[in-house]
């Protein structure tokens, strides 16, 4: 299997994973069941900047879902898809030419499924798994906290990603290029 088959492979079995049709079903696995996140409550934030000025662009069309074990009352496995075009920087022009640099019709997804989820003390979490941006798949670790309370889990996290790891050409103001670095952060809520 190449590279582009096997990223096509994982966006697949996330779009699968994410609209209920994951094989086997967790909900009929003793002990565990699928949670989706809560739309109105989730957020993915990114934050980048440029020697100008720096800025924030925000998505509150998040889709995740989660295998949930109430046995041992653990994440097993996590999946989250994001639209290109859903992050809202404030300012629409940036995000008309972000639409662009980032072929958001052509790769209209950013996508993390888990491969393993080890838990830590206080709720600390962390994902290994392969993130897929801009049709390109790679294998990052996120650091994340999970909160219960009032019948729902919440996970917070952050990651840094780097543009040039995902052959995105930095795009530039006044010919000044905005830095490699792309801070993350994402707030997902689940019902229990």
């Known amino acids: 299997m190449n590279r582009l088959q096997a990223g096509r492979l994982v966006v697949a079995s996330l779009v699968l994973l994410v609209w209920g049709s994951w094989t086997p079903n967790a909900n009929t696995l003793p002990g565990k069941r699928k949670l989706l996140a809560d739309k109105s409550a989730s957020v993915v934030t990114y934050a980048m900047h440029h ?26 496995n996590a999946a989250v898809s994001v639209k290109v075009g859903s992050f809202d920087s404030g300012n629409a022009n940036r995000d008309s030419n972000a639409m662009e ?9 950013v996508t993390f499924v888990s491969q393993t ?8 979490l962390t994902l290994t798994g392969n993130l897929t941006f ?31 790891d995902y052959a995105i050409k930095r795009p530039t103001l006044m010919t000044i290029p905005v830095d490699e670095d792309v801070q993350m952060k994402f707030t997902i809520v689940f019902r229990m």
């Open 51 to 76: 020697p100008m000025h720096s800025w924030e662009g925000v998505s509150r069309d998040v889709n995740s879902a989660i295998v949930y074990n109430d046995d041992t009352q653990t994440i097993e």
């Open 117 to 124: 989820i080890q838990t830590g003390a206080n709720g600390a």
């Open 101 to 109: 640099t980032l072929e958001a019709l052509k790769y209209p997804n």
């Open 134 to 164: 801009h049709n390109v798949t790679k294998p990052i670790t996120v650091q994340a906290t999970r909160k219960d309370g009032n019948g729902r889990m919440t996970v917070d996290g952050s990651f840094e990603l780097r543009l040039s």
